[in-house]
């Protein structure tokens, strides 16, 4: 329902900028900014890890520990875009990443970093850093 684009291979120090919107042909595209979006991230072998999200407003932005001071989240509600855009990255940071969105809100429950409570998800894109 949703579709992410961005990734690719590129090597320890390299920025990347991925981008979360609706799939064509499938999420209804006048329903997209009414979500939150989260970014989680899963490595081989590892389970998946919250990355960060955005309110539906875009107003709001929550990062995990370790995506903070490399990793910035931006949205834009004209184009229908949620971006992640990664910074100073490691191979560490090698996985595959997806958006996902849920309507719930992201405060007060706590729960914004739990994958279970996100209703839609894309395909997820690959991103690979090399040493």
């Known amino acids: 329902q949703l579709t992410e684009s961005g990734g690719g291979v590129v090597q320890r120090g390299d920025s990347l900028r991925l981008s979360c919107g609706p799939s064509k042909g499938g999420f209804n595209e006048g329903l997209f900014n009414d979500y939150n979006i989260a970014w989680f991230r899963q490595a081989p072998g590892k389970v998946r890890d919250f990355v960060g999200a955005?309110?539906?407003?875009?107003?709001?932005?929550y990062y995990a520990d370790s995506a903070k001071g490399r990793f910035t989240i931006a949205r834009l509600l004209g184009t229908k875009t949620v971006y992640l855009q990664m910074n100073n990255l490691e191979p560490e940071d090698t996985a595959v990443y997806y958006c996902?969105?849920?309507?719930?809100?992201?405060?007060?429950?706590?729960?914004?970093?739990?994958?279970?409570?996100?209703?839609?998800w894309g395909q997820g894109t690959q991103v690979t850093v090399s040493s």
């Open positions: 955005a309110s539906w407003f875009g107003g709001s932005i």
């Open positions: 996902a969105g849920r309507k719930s809100s992201l405060t007060g429950s706590g729960d914004r970093d739990n994958e279970f409570t996100y209703e839609t």
